[in-house]
């Protein structure tokens, strides 16, 4: 199953309210295609962007590609190392360091230290990385990973069909401690040593992101091979065949539901 496809059908049928953005290699840039820094210099602004707004280009980025990205970013998607000096910002801060600017992320700067050691190394998989919609990659694109944009209805339906295609319940979906560039594109994109490559990616949990991430939106983010089993599994899966369960017609106020004796109940209730 093409990428196009599976991304055309996550998006359908979790109702996303943007569309499904692709991550992949490329070796050289292509007509339309802008420098992330054109759209956003926060890698993560610039996803959301990808997927809410039809007329944002897709962006390539790399290691010769990296002007005008936020240095966090740049670190966490492989295109540069981290400073000697990050542990102090993002723990409590150093008055050689940015004046002192801490963002209190982890209790000290030990714990920063190794912290940004958990991912073990990032290695960038060629000379660009690009992300673009799924409707603007061509049929037969290869694509390292899905960023999945939805409300919190939408990320639930999601990984109830991980869990569907899935039998693992722990560790097939994870949320893990990281910038909200890395939860969308290096963990699921297989650009750090130590991620799961057989787990989606929630997120963000970045609070420094809360900004301009809006407040009711989640991000899940999915290696390739797992997004193409959840598409192929799908048809069979509630989100097709209890799509009323899945999106209820009616809502049901706590109390009203309390009052209902059993979940097949309560299941009809909801399609009615």
């Known amino acids: 199953m093409y990428a196009k496809t599976i991304g055309k ?5 979790a109702k996303l309210p ?3 953005v692709c991550v992949f290699e490329s070796e050289a840039p292509q007509e339309g295609w802008a420098q992330v820094a054109k759209v956003d210099r926060c890698l993560a602004r610039a996803v959301y962007k990808i997927s809410s707004e039809k007329s944002t280009p897709p962006i390539y980025y790399g290691p010769e590609a990296r002007a005008g990205i936020c240095f966090g970013g740049q670190r966490w998607c492989g295109v540069t190392n981290a400073s000697s000096m990050t542990k102090y910002l993002i723990s409590t801060g150093s008055p050689d ?8 992320l982890k209790p000290n700067p030990d714990a920063a230290g190794r912290y940004l050691e958990g ?7 060629s000379k660009y990385l690009t992300i673009a919609g799924w409707d603007q990659i061509d049929e037969g694109q290869d694509v390292l990973s899905f ?6 209805e939408s990320i639930r339906n999601l990984g ?9 319940i722990f560790y097939s979906i994870v949320m893990p401690s990281a910038p909200s560039c890395a939860s969308m594109i290096t963990f699921a994109a297989g650009l750090s040593e130590k991620a799961p490559r057989d787990a989606a990616f929630i997120g963000p949990v970045d609070p420094t992101g809360n900004a301009w991430f809006p407040p009711e939106m989640m ?18 899966s509630f989100l097709v065949k209890r799509s009323d369960v899945a999106f209820p017609v009616k809502r049901l106020g706590i109390v009203e539901a309390a009052e209902l004796p059993i979940i097949g109940t309560l299941r009809e209730a909801a399609s009615e």
């Open 9 to 13: 059908m996550l998006t359908q049928a």
């Open 18 to 20: 943007g569309r499904a």
């Open 97 to 104: 360091f940015m004046s002192g600017a801490a963002e209190y």
């Open 160 to 168: 109830g069909l991980i869990g569907y295609a899935f039998e693992d």
């Open 219 to 236: 991000s899940l983010a999915i290696p390739f091979e797992m997004a193409q089993k959840m598409a192929e599994n799908m048809e069979g």
């Open 147 to 152: 960023i999945l944009i939805g409300n919190a």
């Open 119 to 125: 991912p073990g190394k990032i290695a960038f998989p």
